[in-house]
Nanobody
Framework: QVQLVESGGGLVQVGDSLRLSCAAS????????MAWFRQAPGKEREFVAA????????YYADSLKGRFTISRDNAKNTMFLQMDSLRPEDTAKYYC???????????????????WGQGTQVTVSS
């Protein structure tokens, strides 16, 4: 089992930046890819970004390219999401996830991820 713990969420103003972290509880050799998803009230969970653990190749939802940056620290088993120029529509609960069987651009749906964190709330106030 892999436990994922998110941190870094909070209440910010429009245009601010925020950096989310996701720490994995154990060695990540079995994890092919990690991703961030988000879910706003009354909406379905949506893909934000993903990163192949071994190569560091990144994938983004088209609507978020240029504002969000995903990265990882292999030595610390930690993934990050740098969010810039935040907007009210970015308000959501952000979830960290990992997949032991799917990697690549096509793994942009929650069905491909078998481990999940509890989520961290991001609220962008105007």
């Amino acid at each position: 089992q892999v436990q994922l713990v998110e941190s870094g969420g909070g209440l910010v103003q429009v245009g601010d930046s925020l950096r989310l972290s996701c720490a994995a509880s154990r060695r990540t050799f079995s994890m092919l890819q990690m991703a961030w998803f988000r879910q706003a009230p009354g909406k379905e969970r949506e893909f934000v970004a993903a990163i192949r653990w071994s190569s560091g190749t990144t994938y983004y939802a088209d609507s978020l390219k240029g504002r969000f940056t995903i990265s990882r620290d292999n030595a610390k088993n930690t993934m990050f999401l740098q969010m810039d120029s935040l907007r009210p529509e970015d308000t959501a609960k952000y979830y960290c996830s990992s997949s032991t069987w799917c990697a690549g651009l096509g793994c942009n749906d929650e069905q491909y991820y078998n481990y999940w964190g509890q989520g961290t709330q991001v609220t962008v106030s105007s």
